[in-house]
Protein backbone atom coordinates (compact mmCIF):
# COMPACT_ATOMS: atom_id res chain seq x y z
CA UNK A 1 0.00 0.00 0.00
CA UNK A 2 1.34 3.05 -1.40
CA UNK A 3 -1.06 5.44 -0.54
CA UNK A 4 -3.31 6.43 2.51
CA UNK A 5 -6.56 6.82 2.36
CA UNK A 6 -8.87 8.41 4.97
CA UNK A 7 -11.82 10.52 6.09
CA UNK A 8 -14.64 7.81 5.67
CA UNK A 9 -17.74 6.93 8.00
CA UNK A 10 -21.15 7.50 8.07
CA UNK A 11 -23.46 10.50 6.54
CA UNK A 12 -26.41 11.70 6.18
CA UNK A 13 -27.56 12.18 2.66
CA UNK A 14 -27.46 15.48 2.07
CA UNK A 15 -24.36 16.26 4.46
CA UNK A 16 -20.46 16.38 3.32
CA UNK A 17 -17.65 14.60 3.83
CA UNK A 18 -14.14 15.55 3.01
CA UNK A 19 -11.72 12.21 2.09
CA UNK A 20 -8.00 12.29 2.16
CA UNK A 21 -5.54 10.41 0.08
CA UNK A 22 -2.01 11.30 1.82
CA UNK A 23 1.48 10.48 -0.24
CA UNK A 24 4.14 9.27 2.12
CA UNK A 25 6.39 7.77 -0.40
CA UNK A 26 5.82 10.74 -2.95
CA UNK A 27 4.63 8.38 -5.24
CA UNK A 28 1.93 10.71 -6.98
CA UNK A 29 4.19 14.06 -6.94
CA UNK A 30 3.99 14.76 -10.87
CA UNK A 31 1.52 12.07 -11.98
CA UNK A 32 -2.36 12.36 -11.70
CA UNK A 33 -4.27 11.24 -8.99
CA UNK A 34 -7.91 9.18 -9.27
CA UNK A 35 -10.67 8.09 -6.72
CA UNK A 36 -12.23 5.40 -7.74
CA UNK A 37 -15.22 3.42 -5.40
CA UNK A 38 -16.64 -0.12 -5.13
CA UNK A 39 -20.53 -0.91 -3.91
CA UNK A 40 -20.96 -4.67 -2.71
CA UNK A 41 -21.54 -6.77 -5.70
CA UNK A 42 -20.34 -4.10 -8.19
CA UNK A 43 -17.58 -3.53 -10.12
CA UNK A 44 -15.20 -0.84 -9.05
CA UNK A 45 -15.21 2.19 -10.64
CA UNK A 46 -13.63 6.16 -11.36
CA UNK A 47 -15.37 8.80 -9.59
CA UNK A 48 -12.86 11.51 -9.84
CA UNK A 49 -9.23 12.61 -11.35
CA UNK A 50 -7.38 15.35 -11.33
CA UNK A 51 -4.15 16.29 -13.57
CA UNK A 52 -0.46 16.31 -11.65
CA UNK A 53 -0.99 20.48 -11.90
CA UNK A 54 -4.36 20.39 -10.46
CA UNK A 55 -5.50 22.16 -13.56
CA UNK A 56 -7.81 19.55 -15.50
CA UNK A 57 -10.25 17.48 -13.56
CA UNK A 58 -12.78 14.82 -14.62
CA UNK A 59 -15.59 13.47 -12.47
CA UNK A 60 -18.32 10.71 -13.44
CA UNK A 61 -21.79 11.87 -14.56
CA UNK A 62 -22.94 10.60 -11.56
CA UNK A 63 -21.04 12.79 -9.01
CA UNK A 64 -20.27 16.18 -11.13
CA UNK A 65 -21.72 19.27 -9.22
CA UNK A 66 -21.62 17.45 -5.93
CA UNK A 67 -18.14 15.83 -5.65
CA UNK A 68 -14.84 18.14 -5.78
CA UNK A 69 -11.31 16.51 -6.16
CA UNK A 70 -8.51 19.02 -5.41
CA UNK A 71 -4.63 18.25 -4.46
CA UNK A 72 -2.21 20.40 -2.22
CA UNK A 73 1.07 19.14 -3.80
CA UNK A 74 3.41 21.27 -0.84
CA UNK A 75 1.42 18.41 1.33
CA UNK A 76 1.37 15.13 -0.90
CA UNK A 77 -2.43 14.98 -0.90
CA UNK A 78 -5.52 14.80 -2.69
CA UNK A 79 -8.36 15.44 -1.41
CA UNK A 80 -11.88 14.46 -2.31
CA UNK A 81 -14.61 16.81 -1.03
CA UNK A 82 -18.26 14.93 -1.20
CA UNK A 83 -21.58 17.12 -1.04
CA UNK A 84 -24.87 15.98 -1.12
CA UNK A 85 -24.00 12.75 -1.05
CA UNK A 86 -26.63 10.15 -2.03
CA UNK A 87 -27.46 6.57 -0.69
CA UNK A 88 -25.87 5.45 -4.12
CA UNK A 89 -23.21 7.11 -2.84
CA UNK A 90 -22.02 4.38 -0.33
CA UNK A 91 -18.70 2.05 -1.39
CA UNK A 92 -15.60 1.93 -0.34
CA UNK A 93 -13.31 4.59 -2.00
CA UNK A 94 -10.28 4.21 -3.01
CA UNK A 95 -7.49 6.87 -3.96
CA UNK A 96 -4.43 5.73 -6.65
CA UNK A 97 -1.32 7.32 -8.63
CA UNK A 98 -1.73 7.37 -12.19
CA UNK A 99 1.11 6.58 -14.44
CA UNK A 100 0.34 9.54 -16.51
CA UNK A 101 0.09 13.24 -15.39
CA UNK A 102 -3.32 13.95 -16.99
CA UNK A 103 -6.10 12.00 -14.98
CA UNK A 104 -7.73 8.76 -16.91
CA UNK A 105 -11.01 7.25 -16.34
CA UNK A 106 -9.78 3.51 -17.05
CA UNK A 107 -7.99 2.09 -14.06
CA UNK A 108 -5.06 0.18 -15.51
CA UNK A 109 -3.76 3.27 -16.77
CA UNK A 110 -3.20 3.54 -11.85
CA UNK A 111 -0.04 2.11 -10.51
CA UNK A 112 -0.27 2.72 -7.01
CA UNK A 113 -3.62 2.71 -4.65
CA UNK A 114 -4.66 3.24 -1.06
CA UNK A 115 -6.10 0.49 1.41
CA UNK A 116 -9.99 1.84 1.05
CA UNK A 117 -11.86 3.83 3.36
CA UNK A 118 -15.52 3.22 3.50
CA UNK A 119 -17.81 5.70 2.79
CA UNK A 120 -21.77 4.72 4.32
CA UNK A 121 -24.68 7.60 3.33
CA UNK A 122 -27.87 7.44 5.19
CA UNK A 123 -31.66 8.44 3.98
Known amino acids: VQLQASGGGLVQAGGSLRLSCADP????????VGWFRQAPGKEREFVAGISWRGSTTRYTDSVKGRFTISRDNAKNTVYLQMSSPKPEDTAVYYCASNRLTQPTTASEYYQYWGQGTQVTVSS
Open 25 to 32: KRTFSNNA
